[in-house]
């Protein structure tokens, strides 16, 4: 079976779903293949029973006004999903007796905050709003980074404000290179705060994280920003993204996994190749591919041949991706518990140090949310954990280190809840080996790359690749992480190909 579209997008999370609504929103055929039995991917939900869990992300950014996903929501002429915003955006125990720290939504009350925890600050923090604020104008000019011809130069040029020229010069820096030039070297509490809260946004400490970045991140909880909490689950972010592409007459095909691309060899576009239900193989012909995959996978997933004597991928771009340090997997504890367990004034959002199995980042349901039923609240814990290990030929092996790691985990909910080992209605722990069968990422990874001085913004991986007609958004692609991250990656990949057809893209708002 043979099928013809303008434009296929690989991979149903949300960056596939933003870029395919976006382009079916403005006339395009596009079809988007996603491998699982539902979309969403990291931001997904399942349920086990009553409860409903978030796969992986449990919090949004982007929702307030002119933030991402607002700006999508009101192009795409969708309703915005009911949130509550969430004040403090997380709690930090560095688990060093201290009181814990608490992100305000205030600005004023984050300033306090910082000020009693940590004492002589200052100027590090000013230091970080001054690169946000210039970033955030920046970002919502709509860049295009890297740049790779002369239509991505004239869109960053005109992004550019005076703030991002003062701000330059820091981008090779780290936030421990922030630290050291505003006077803050010493203070190790402070340090392993940012250690804790970047590990978050770009799976590195603060010596590793551009500081750029790292510095926009840190705000993310602050008017008039804001991270929120969704009512329902993180599915419902899905299924609006659904609702206006089906809208739009655009197509989505479940359980549809991609085996191969590969570039017509007259320059007309691609063929993909793809595993339907039961085993079925189809072939799909689009000009242009959007891949929201890991980049890691497009060296296996690419035909190597167009025509004989013709390669399809450039081979230092073949190193380049093949290259590519893979991000970490993730170890997440799901359970359920009644709410009186909890304490009176338990957060929604919590992250706790601890050496092993490494730090815990919490997520509580809250009353009436629709994860729990009335007097219970779902508790999900993740760490991040190498991927290397958890595929053994062993399945004893595979269970005994899988429930050393949940005992491991479900302690630290323990502790920093103050609950007690008997009090769970329901536990269990997914693992990378979980995660490859859930997001068909290779090993289960999760994220995207790191967001090194090497790696962030014009020194990235690019959308706009050397193969004629494949593009690339999610989160690799700048800037980064998150759903508010890989929506407007999914934006600049449109913007590009729209552009390349001759045809002008700009949001409504």
Known sequence: MQNKDDVIVVGGGIAGLTAAALLANEGVSVTLLEAHSQAGGCAGTFRRGEYTFDVGATQVAGLEPGGSHFRIFQHLNLPMPEAELLDPGCVVDLADGSQPVRLWHDPLLWQQERKNQFPGSERFWQLCSFIHESNWQFASSDPVLPIRNGWDFQQTLAAINPGNLLSAPLSLLTVKDLLTLSGCARDRRLLKFLDLQLRLYSQQPADQTAALYGATVLQMTQSPLGLWHLHGSMQVLSELLVSGLKREGGTLLLRHRVRQLQPISDGSGWQVEVEAPGGKEKIFHAGDVISTLPPQCLPDLIHPVVSPGKRAMPEPYRRHLKNLDAPSGALVFYGAIDRKHLPADCPG???????????????????????????QATVIASVFTSTKGWFPDSETQYQSKKKECQAKIRYEVEEALGLSDHCWRHQELATPRGFLHWTGRPNGIVGGLGQSPSRFGPFGLASRTPLPGLWLCGDSIHPGEGTAGVTLSALMACRQLMAQRGQTFQLSC
């Open 349 to 375: 959002h919590l992250q706790r140090d601890a050496s092993d199995p490494g730090s815990v980042f919490l997520s509580i349901s809250r009353e009436g949310d629709g994860r729990a039923p009335k007097g």
